[in-house]
């Protein structure tokens, strides 16, 4: 059932690093919300799909080897976020990834109600764990839960580890996380709508601190 967040609109940006339960969460937080959950992959997927201007570009980029400037993230993004089911709030996940984009993502919802930042965080040797041995369905690919024991929930394929999860593999992934993220994390934890959420729980408490935090934030952005 949607919880009541008082009037005006709620915007979420959704933190935290590779194997935090990120995804999980902004899917579970938008569903309870009904609002729609904007990642990044999926702006791209779309973006190329539609061939715009800016899903032409990004393609020619990423044929190319190349990463995205911010840029072309932004401009992404944006156009995403004025599509009309975002313009009622929306839960953004993999975005921003950099000061810069923080800061213009700051232009784009000016006037359209709070922004709340919840970062979700995990020890750095719990991610380690959690990463090195995750799974994906053989057949279908989707990322296997950890509550899953037997076969894959999706489809009833075959779970195998993921080929590209050595542990220090995941350790250059964790790092890079770390050195882009946490001057964004600066920027947004001296506002009263930023909260840290202990992500070393199950996913389900997890989740209920999402939503007391979520209700926290408006509440104090609301009392400004
Ligand atoms: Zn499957």
């Not at 008082?6 to 990120?22: E, Q, T």
């Not at 904007?38 to 061939?51: E, F, Q, W």
């Not at 999706?154 to 001057?183: F, H, M, N, S």
């Not at 964004?184 to 001296?190: M, Q, R, T």
């Amino acid at each position: 059932m949607p919880v009541s967040h008082g009037d005006g609109s709620v915007n979420v940006v959704m933190l935290g690093p590779p194997g935090a339960g990120k995804g999980t969460q902004a899917e579970r937080l938008a569903r309870r919300r009904q609002l729609p959950k904007i990642s990044t992959g999926d702006i791209l997927r779309d973006a190329v799909t539609a061939g715009t201007e800016l899903g032409r570009i990004a393609k020619a980029t990423m044929d190319a080897g190349n990463l995205l400037s911010d840029d072309v993230m932004i401009g992404i993004v944006g156009e995403r976020l004025n599509r009309p089911d975002a313009t009622g709030g929306f839960v953004l996940d993999g975005f921003p990834r950099t000061v810069g984009q923080a800061t213009a993502l700051d232009h784009m919802v000016d006037g359209r109600g709070p922004l709340v930042v919840l970062d979700i965080v995990v020890p750095e040797e719990v991610l380690v764990r959690r990463l090195a041995t995750r799974r994906i369905c053989g057949q279908c690919g989707v990322n296997a839960s950890v509550e899953w024991t037997g076969a894959c929930q999706k489809c009833g394929g075959e779970l195998i580890a993921r080929i590209d999860d050595g542990v220090e593999i995941v350790r250059e992934r964790l790092k890079i996380y770390r050195r882009q993220t946490e001057p964004l994390v600066d920027y947004y934890s001296v506002r009263p709508t930023f909260r840290s959420i202990d992500g070393n729980q199950p996913p389900d408490i997890v989740t209920r601190q999402v939503d007391d935090a979520l209700l926290d934030a408006c509440r104090r952005s609301a009392a400004l």
